[in-house]
Protein backbone atom coordinates (compact mmCIF):
# COMPACT_ATOMS: atom_id res chain seq x y z
CA UNK A 1 0.00 0.00 0.00
CA UNK A 2 1.44 3.38 -0.89
CA UNK A 3 2.05 6.15 2.34
CA UNK A 4 -0.51 8.40 0.58
CA UNK A 5 -3.31 5.14 0.84
CA UNK A 6 -2.03 4.16 4.33
CA UNK A 7 -2.77 7.77 5.60
CA UNK A 8 -5.95 7.68 4.03
CA UNK A 9 -6.83 3.98 5.49
CA UNK A 10 -5.67 5.05 9.06
CA UNK A 11 -6.56 8.50 9.09
CA UNK A 12 -9.48 9.62 6.75
CA UNK A 13 -12.56 10.89 8.54
CA UNK A 14 -14.96 9.61 6.68
CA UNK A 15 -13.19 6.17 6.90
CA UNK A 16 -11.70 5.74 10.02
CA UNK A 17 -13.27 3.36 13.05
CA UNK A 18 -12.04 4.68 16.58
CA UNK A 19 -11.95 8.29 17.95
CA UNK A 20 -8.64 9.72 17.50
CA UNK A 21 -7.36 13.40 17.04
CA UNK A 22 -4.96 13.25 14.05
CA UNK A 23 -2.24 15.30 12.48
CA UNK A 24 -2.77 19.30 12.49
CA UNK A 25 -3.99 18.06 8.77
CA UNK A 26 -7.02 15.65 9.85
CA UNK A 27 -10.59 16.51 10.78
CA UNK A 28 -11.97 14.80 13.31
CA UNK A 29 -15.29 12.84 13.20
CA UNK A 30 -15.73 10.41 16.16
CA UNK A 31 -17.60 7.25 15.64
CA UNK A 32 -19.07 4.38 17.20
CA UNK A 33 -18.08 2.70 20.38
CA UNK A 34 -14.67 3.27 20.24
CA UNK A 35 -12.34 0.21 20.84
CA UNK A 36 -9.83 2.52 22.20
CA UNK A 37 -9.48 6.36 23.51
CA UNK A 38 -6.86 9.06 23.73
CA UNK A 39 -6.02 11.16 26.73
CA UNK A 40 -6.51 14.30 26.70
CA UNK A 41 -5.13 16.87 29.02
CA UNK A 42 -6.60 20.68 29.22
CA UNK A 43 -4.02 23.38 28.77
CA UNK A 44 -3.73 26.90 30.21
CA UNK A 45 -3.11 28.89 27.66
CA UNK A 46 -6.09 31.28 26.48
CA UNK A 47 -6.70 32.26 22.76
CA UNK A 48 -10.10 34.14 22.52
CA UNK A 49 -10.04 35.74 25.93
CA UNK A 50 -7.58 38.41 25.26
CA UNK A 51 -10.36 39.40 22.17
CA UNK A 52 -12.55 42.29 23.15
CA UNK A 53 -16.37 41.62 22.87
CA UNK A 54 -16.78 43.48 19.67
CA UNK A 55 -13.96 42.14 18.05
CA UNK A 56 -15.17 38.47 17.92
CA UNK A 57 -18.65 39.69 17.23
CA UNK A 58 -17.33 41.68 13.89
CA UNK A 59 -15.04 38.20 13.54
CA UNK A 60 -12.14 40.10 12.49
CA UNK A 61 -8.64 37.76 13.26
CA UNK A 62 -9.16 35.46 10.70
CA UNK A 63 -8.71 31.50 12.04
CA UNK A 64 -9.01 32.45 15.66
CA UNK A 65 -12.44 33.35 15.34
CA UNK A 66 -12.84 29.39 14.90
CA UNK A 67 -10.93 28.45 17.71
CA UNK A 68 -11.12 26.62 21.14
CA UNK A 69 -10.56 28.97 23.96
CA UNK A 70 -7.70 27.12 24.79
CA UNK A 71 -4.73 25.16 23.81
CA UNK A 72 -5.45 21.63 23.85
CA UNK A 73 -2.66 18.88 24.72
CA UNK A 74 -3.23 15.88 22.82
CA UNK A 75 -1.48 12.58 21.25
CA UNK A 76 -0.41 12.66 17.71
CA UNK A 77 -0.39 9.84 15.43
CA UNK A 78 2.27 8.99 13.33
CA UNK A 79 1.79 6.03 10.92
CA UNK A 80 5.33 4.24 9.60
CA UNK A 81 5.17 4.00 5.75
CA UNK A 82 6.88 0.63 5.25
CA UNK A 83 5.09 -1.37 8.24
CA UNK A 84 1.79 0.33 8.79
CA UNK A 85 2.82 0.77 13.16
CA UNK A 86 1.37 3.58 14.63
CA UNK A 87 3.12 5.65 17.20
CA UNK A 88 2.03 8.72 19.08
CA UNK A 89 3.73 11.94 20.23
CA UNK A 90 2.47 14.48 22.47
CA UNK A 91 2.14 17.85 21.20
CA UNK A 92 -0.20 21.06 22.62
CA UNK A 93 -1.51 22.68 19.51
CA UNK A 94 -4.82 24.67 18.55
CA UNK A 95 -8.27 23.37 17.90
CA UNK A 96 -11.10 25.31 15.57
CA UNK A 97 -14.61 24.17 15.33
CA UNK A 98 -15.72 23.58 11.48
CA UNK A 99 -19.01 24.43 12.97
CA UNK A 100 -18.85 28.50 13.15
CA UNK A 101 -17.49 31.53 14.32
CA UNK A 102 -17.13 31.41 18.41
CA UNK A 103 -19.58 33.90 19.18
CA UNK A 104 -22.50 31.01 17.52
CA UNK A 105 -24.23 28.39 19.55
CA UNK A 106 -22.84 25.95 16.90
CA UNK A 107 -19.31 26.27 17.80
CA UNK A 108 -19.82 26.34 21.67
CA UNK A 109 -21.56 23.26 21.52
CA UNK A 110 -19.41 21.67 20.32
CA UNK A 111 -16.41 22.84 21.63
CA UNK A 112 -18.28 22.18 25.25
CA UNK A 113 -19.13 18.35 23.99
CA UNK A 114 -15.71 18.00 22.84
CA UNK A 115 -13.96 19.07 26.14
CA UNK A 116 -16.54 16.79 27.82
CA UNK A 117 -16.01 13.53 25.33
CA UNK A 118 -12.55 14.13 25.73
CA UNK A 119 -11.98 13.95 29.49
CA UNK A 120 -14.90 11.67 30.11
CA UNK A 121 -13.51 9.17 28.01
CA UNK A 122 -9.93 9.54 28.54
CA UNK A 123 -9.39 6.57 31.70
CA UNK A 124 -12.90 4.18 30.74
CA UNK A 125 -13.44 1.66 28.45
CA UNK A 126 -16.40 1.20 26.61
CA UNK A 127 -18.68 -1.73 25.14
CA UNK A 128 -18.49 -2.29 21.94
CA UNK A 129 -22.49 -2.48 21.21
CA UNK A 130 -23.83 0.25 20.23
CA UNK A 131 -25.51 2.51 22.64
CA UNK A 132 -29.07 3.40 21.24
CA UNK A 133 -28.98 2.25 18.09
CA UNK A 134 -31.55 3.56 15.66
CA UNK A 135 -32.49 6.29 18.27
CA UNK A 136 -31.71 10.05 19.56
CA UNK A 137 -27.94 9.50 20.39
CA UNK A 138 -27.03 7.08 17.07
CA UNK A 139 -25.35 9.89 14.95
CA UNK A 140 -23.31 10.81 17.86
CA UNK A 141 -20.46 9.58 20.01
CA UNK A 142 -22.56 8.69 23.12
CA UNK A 143 -21.74 5.60 24.71
CA UNK A 144 -23.08 5.38 27.97
CA UNK A 145 -26.36 7.02 30.25
CA UNK A 146 -23.54 9.88 31.81
CA UNK A 147 -22.57 10.66 28.29
CA UNK A 148 -26.38 11.12 27.24
CA UNK A 149 -27.22 12.83 29.75
CA UNK A 150 -25.14 15.67 29.37
CA UNK A 151 -25.18 15.76 25.72
CA UNK A 152 -28.50 16.57 26.37
CA UNK A 153 -27.65 19.22 28.52
CA UNK A 154 -25.56 20.71 25.50
CA UNK A 155 -28.44 20.03 23.16
CA UNK A 156 -31.33 22.21 25.62
CA UNK A 157 -28.80 24.51 26.26
CA UNK A 158 -27.68 25.78 22.92
CA UNK A 159 -31.39 25.43 21.27
CA UNK A 160 -30.17 22.95 18.73
CA UNK A 161 -31.36 19.92 16.80
CA UNK A 162 -29.62 16.67 16.02
CA UNK A 163 -28.98 14.82 13.14
CA UNK A 164 -31.46 11.92 12.38
CA UNK A 165 -30.42 9.98 9.31
CA UNK A 166 -26.92 9.63 7.80
CA UNK A 167 -26.20 8.00 4.26
CA UNK A 168 -23.11 7.52 2.24
CA UNK A 169 -21.92 9.53 -0.92
CA UNK A 170 -20.28 7.26 -3.35
CA UNK A 171 -18.30 10.19 -5.63
CA UNK A 172 -18.41 12.85 -7.74
CA UNK A 173 -21.13 12.38 -10.06
CA UNK A 174 -23.24 12.07 -6.51
CA UNK A 175 -22.14 15.32 -5.33
CA UNK A 176 -22.95 17.15 -8.74
CA UNK A 177 -26.32 15.60 -8.76
CA UNK A 178 -26.42 16.92 -5.03
CA UNK A 179 -25.30 20.52 -5.63
CA UNK A 180 -25.35 21.44 -9.24
CA UNK A 181 -23.13 20.17 -12.27
CA UNK A 182 -20.72 23.40 -11.66
CA UNK A 183 -20.59 22.39 -7.76
CA UNK A 184 -17.39 21.15 -8.67
CA UNK A 185 -15.17 22.39 -11.82
CA UNK A 186 -12.84 19.89 -13.90
CA UNK A 187 -10.07 18.32 -12.60
CA UNK A 188 -11.41 18.80 -8.81
CA UNK A 189 -12.35 14.84 -7.63
CA UNK A 190 -15.01 14.99 -4.91
CA UNK A 191 -14.86 11.13 -3.69
CA UNK A 192 -16.70 8.66 -0.67
CA UNK A 193 -18.25 11.15 2.48
CA UNK A 194 -21.51 11.06 4.00
CA UNK A 195 -24.65 13.42 3.97
CA UNK A 196 -27.19 14.24 6.79
CA UNK A 197 -30.81 14.63 6.45
CA UNK A 198 -30.17 18.08 7.32
CA UNK A 199 -28.01 18.62 4.53
CA UNK A 200 -24.73 18.67 6.53
CA UNK A 201 -22.03 16.88 4.72
CA UNK A 202 -18.14 16.03 4.34
CA UNK A 203 -15.89 14.71 1.45
CA UNK A 204 -12.36 13.81 0.76
CA UNK A 205 -11.42 14.95 -2.93
CA UNK A 206 -8.16 16.05 -4.75
CA UNK A 207 -7.81 18.96 -7.62
CA UNK A 208 -5.20 19.09 -10.22
CA UNK A 209 -3.70 22.51 -10.17
CA UNK A 210 -2.47 24.28 -13.34
CA UNK A 211 1.09 24.76 -12.20
CA UNK A 212 1.08 23.38 -8.90
CA UNK A 213 -0.14 19.98 -9.41
CA UNK A 214 -2.14 17.44 -7.22
CA UNK A 215 -3.75 18.81 -4.01
CA UNK A 216 -5.81 17.25 -1.72
CA UNK A 217 -8.55 18.74 0.43
CA UNK A 218 -11.51 17.63 2.86
CA UNK A 219 -14.65 19.40 2.30
CA UNK A 220 -17.08 19.77 5.35
CA UNK A 221 -20.33 21.59 5.34
CA UNK A 222 -22.50 22.10 8.39
CA UNK A 223 -26.04 23.25 8.40
CA UNK A 224 -26.90 25.98 10.89
CA UNK A 225 -28.90 25.01 14.20
CA UNK A 226 -27.87 21.67 14.00
CA UNK A 227 -25.18 20.18 16.78
CA UNK A 228 -22.33 18.60 14.67
CA UNK A 229 -19.04 17.97 16.36
CA UNK A 230 -16.00 18.13 13.72
CA UNK A 231 -13.40 19.98 15.16
CA UNK A 232 -9.56 20.12 13.56
CA UNK A 233 -6.33 20.41 15.01
CA UNK A 234 -4.44 23.06 13.22
CA UNK A 235 -1.01 23.19 14.83
CA UNK A 236 -0.32 27.08 15.62
CA UNK A 237 -2.54 29.54 14.73
CA UNK A 238 0.47 31.92 14.40
CA UNK A 239 1.89 29.89 11.48
CA UNK A 240 -0.66 30.96 8.95
CA UNK A 241 -1.68 34.17 6.51
CA UNK A 242 -5.46 34.87 6.92
CA UNK A 243 -7.00 37.17 3.59
CA UNK A 244 -10.15 37.52 2.46
CA UNK A 245 -11.41 36.49 -1.28
CA UNK A 246 -14.21 36.61 -3.53
CA UNK A 247 -14.37 33.74 -5.51
CA UNK A 248 -15.32 33.17 -9.27
CA UNK A 249 -19.30 32.39 -8.70
CA UNK A 250 -19.06 35.42 -6.83
CA UNK A 251 -19.02 33.91 -2.70
CA UNK A 252 -16.93 36.24 -0.07
CA UNK A 253 -14.68 33.60 1.69
CA UNK A 254 -11.88 33.67 4.13
CA UNK A 255 -8.92 31.77 3.33
CA UNK A 256 -5.74 30.73 5.70
CA UNK A 257 -1.99 29.93 4.29
CA UNK A 258 -0.02 27.48 6.39
CA UNK A 259 3.24 25.66 6.00
CA UNK A 260 1.68 22.64 5.09
CA UNK A 261 -2.23 23.03 5.83
CA UNK A 262 -4.40 25.70 4.49
CA UNK A 263 -8.04 26.33 4.76
CA UNK A 264 -11.09 27.79 2.89
CA UNK A 265 -14.10 28.99 4.98
CA UNK A 266 -17.44 30.80 4.72
CA UNK A 267 -20.25 31.69 6.68
CA UNK A 268 -23.27 31.18 4.73
CA UNK A 269 -27.01 31.70 5.12
CA UNK A 270 -27.78 28.47 6.09
CA UNK A 271 -24.53 26.58 6.85
CA UNK A 272 -21.12 26.91 7.68
CA UNK A 273 -18.22 26.12 5.15
CA UNK A 274 -14.48 24.77 5.62
CA UNK A 275 -12.12 23.22 3.12
CA UNK A 276 -9.26 21.50 4.65
CA UNK A 277 -6.72 21.63 1.95
CA UNK A 278 -3.38 19.32 2.43
CA UNK A 279 -0.46 21.86 1.28
CA UNK A 280 1.12 25.16 2.33
CA UNK A 281 4.10 27.21 1.46
CA UNK A 282 5.80 23.82 2.40
CA UNK A 283 4.42 21.55 0.53
CA UNK A 284 3.93 18.28 1.77
CA UNK A 285 4.90 15.00 0.02
CA UNK A 286 2.21 12.92 0.47
CA UNK A 287 -0.70 15.34 -0.24
CA UNK A 288 0.47 17.11 -3.21
CA UNK A 289 2.95 17.58 -5.12
CA UNK A 290 4.90 20.46 -4.29
CA UNK A 291 4.00 24.08 -2.33
CA UNK A 292 1.24 26.48 -2.99
CA UNK A 293 1.09 30.28 -2.35
CA UNK A 294 -1.27 32.49 -2.01
CA UNK A 295 -2.56 32.42 -5.69
CA UNK A 296 -2.91 28.73 -5.65
CA UNK A 297 -5.05 28.77 -2.51
CA UNK A 298 -7.23 31.35 -4.43
CA UNK A 299 -7.17 28.70 -7.41
CA UNK A 300 -8.48 26.38 -5.53
CA UNK A 301 -11.42 28.61 -4.08
CA UNK A 302 -12.37 28.73 -7.36
CA UNK A 303 -12.63 25.15 -8.19
CA UNK A 304 -15.85 25.46 -6.25
CA UNK A 305 -19.43 26.84 -6.86
CA UNK A 306 -19.46 27.85 -2.99
CA UNK A 307 -23.04 29.38 -3.90
CA UNK A 308 -24.65 25.97 -4.63
CA UNK A 309 -24.83 25.82 -1.00
CA UNK A 310 -26.46 28.69 -0.47
Known amino acids: MKNKELYWEVFSQVHTSVQINLEDFQMTKKQRAPTR ?5 AASA ?3 TAMTAAAVAFNVFGLRDLAFPKKTAIQVPHVDGSTGDISYEDRVVDMISLQGYANTPENQACVEWENFYQEYTADRRFSNDIYDEGGRYSMYSVYDDVMAERFDEIVEKYGLKLHQSMEDVPGREAWLERFGPDFLAEG ?34 ARKG ?25 VAVKLSLGPSRSFIWADLEEGFLFVNVLDGTQGDEIFSDGPIDRAGLEAIADSFDFSALS
Open 46 to 48: ALL
Open 188 to 221: NMGYYGYAYDDGTCAFDGDLTLDGYGLVDYQFHY
Open 37 to 41: VLAVL
Open 226 to 250: YLDTVVLNVGSLEDYQDWEYQTRCG
